[in-house]
């Protein structure tokens, strides 16, 4: 017969069980306040996703004098085809060139900036990476007319490269900034291996810094799409031709043409969303990992 020699645990004090039994419960039952308010949030996003599609497959007449919260009696996809007949393929078209675009030369220019800013200490470094940070400053209507001269000097008025070229300067400093913080979160000692086996700077930056940032890029590149995407002073300001006309300077022509109709103007607002919104829900995860920082840390 064997004695247990094993010490007994001591007794719980009364508070100690109390904080316990208070855990328990908060484990078992959640965060209900943490729920109330994720249940709030939802509503206040799905309300307006409901409005904005349940608008769009009304006529005319129900939308203007029917409950904008009920579902149409007799939906219908006509507002659709208006808006399909008007040339919104081509639009579509030319928002997806300029945004591809923009992210394209973005990531080309930053990545490098961003990688000599975070290994090069020396002061002309320093300088180029502080005069990109002064771009965050600065706003484009403040700039919009000798931006327009310069354009028109470059023979480039009324093209799509004139909306691509300023939309992906305007993205550069925050592109550079998120990056250089990203591939400050690259350990030394990964730089310094490398090094030892005779990596050239260029071979690290694409072998070790590309891939260890590489939600950090993801980030810039949904940034860079999403303002490109939804640009609308430069193709305001800097185009005229209806080949070369955008989403959202079709969507501002839209509620002209068709004045007061409610279904047609939001049913091309539907349209021009599904894309952009699908970029997003395939690359969130990327997204928030790199708000979070390298690895979602």
Same mark, same amino acid.
């Given at each position: *017969?064997? %004695?247990?020699? @094993?010490?007994?645990?001591?007794?719980?004090?009364?508070?100690? @069980?109390?904080?316990?039994?208070?855990?328990?419960?908060? !484990?078992?039952?959640?965060?209900?306040?943490?729920?109330?308010? $994720?249940?709030?949030?939802?509503?206040?996003?799905?309300?307006?996703?409901?409005?904005?599609?349940?608008?769009?497959?009304?006529? &005319?007449?129900?939308?203007?004098?029917?409950?904008? #919260?009920?579902?149409?009696?007799?939906?219908?996809?006509?507002?659709?085809?208006?808006?399909?007949? $008007?040339?919104?393929?081509?639009?579509?078209?030319?928002?997806?060139?300029?945004?591809?675009?923009?992210?394209?030369?973005?990531?080309?220019?930053?990545?490098?900036?961003?990688?000599?800013?975070?290994? +090069?200490?020396?002061?002309? $470094?320093?300088?180029? /990476? @502080? +005069? /990109?940070?002064?771009?965050?400053?600065?706003?484009?209507?403040?700039?919009?007319?000798?931006?327009?001269?310069?354009?028109?000097?470059?023979?480039?008025?009324?093209?799509?490269?004139?909306?691509?070229?300023?939309?992906?300067? /305007?993205? *550069?400093?925050?592109?550079?900034?998120?990056? $250089?913080?990203? *591939?400050?979160?690259?350990?030394?000692?990964?730089?310094?291996?490398?090094?030892?086996?005779?990596?050239?700077?260029?071979?690290?930056?694409? &072998?070790?810094?590309?891939?260890?940032? !590489?939600?950090?890029?993801?980030?810039?590149?949904?940034?860079?799409?999403? &303002?490109?995407?939804?640009?609308?002073?430069?193709?305001? %300001?800097?185009?005229?031709?209806?080949?070369?006309?955008?989403?959202?300077?079709?969507?501002?022509?839209? *509620?002209? &043409?068709?004045?007061?109709? %409610?279904?047609?103007?939001?049913?091309?607002?539907?349209?021009?969303?599904?894309? %952009? /919104?699908?970029?997003? #829900?395939?690359?969130? !995860?990327?997204?928030?990992?790199?708000?979070?920082?390298?690895?979602?840390?």
């Amino acid at each position: *017969m064997s %004695i247990d020699t @094993r010490p007994e645990a001591p007794a719980m004090s009364p508070a100690v @069980r109390r904080r316990a039994a208070v855990t328990g419960r908060r !484990k078992r039952w959640g965060n209900p306040l943490a729920g109330l308010g $994720s249940l709030v949030w939802l509503v206040i996003v799905v309300v307006p996703l409901y409005t904005l599609i349940s608008s769009s497959l009304m006529h &005319q007449d129900e939308a203007l004098n029917g409950d904008p #919260l009920a579902f149409p009696t007799n939906p219908t996809l006509d507002n659709y085809s208006t808006v399909l007949d $008007s040339g919104f393929s081509t639009m579509l078209v030319n928002t997806a060139i300029v945004a591809v675009s923009t992210v394209a030369i973005v990531l080309l220019l930053s990545v490098p900036v961003a990688y000599v800013a975070v290994r +090069t200490r020396s002061r002309l $470094s320093s300088l180029a /990476f @502080r +005069t /990109f940070l002064l771009g965050v400053a600065i706003p484009a209507q403040a700039v919009i007319v000798p931006l327009y001269l310069l354009i028109g000097k470059m023979g480039l008025y009324d093209t799509l490269p004139a909306i691509i070229l300023p939309t992906a300067a /305007f993205a *550069m400093p925050v592109a550079v900034l998120v990056l $250089s913080g990203t *591939m400050r979160d690259v350990s030394e000692e990964m730089y310094e291996a490398m090094s030892l086996d005779g990596a050239s700077p260029l071979r690290m930056l694409w &072998q070790l810094a590309v891939p260890m940032s !590489k939600a950090g890029i993801s980030t810039v590149a949904i940034y860079t799409a999403l &303002q490109a995407w939804n640009g609308f002073l430069f193709p305001l %300001i800097l185009t005229q031709s209806e080949e070369n006309r955008v989403l959202t300077l079709g969507l501002f022509n839209f *509620m002209t &043409q068709f004045g007061v109709n %409610i279904p047609a103007v939001l049913a091309a607002i539907v349209l021009s969303v599904v894309p %952009i /919104f699908a970029v997003y #829900l395939v690359a969130r !995860k990327a997204l928030i990992n790199g708000l979070m920082g390298v690895g979602g840390k």
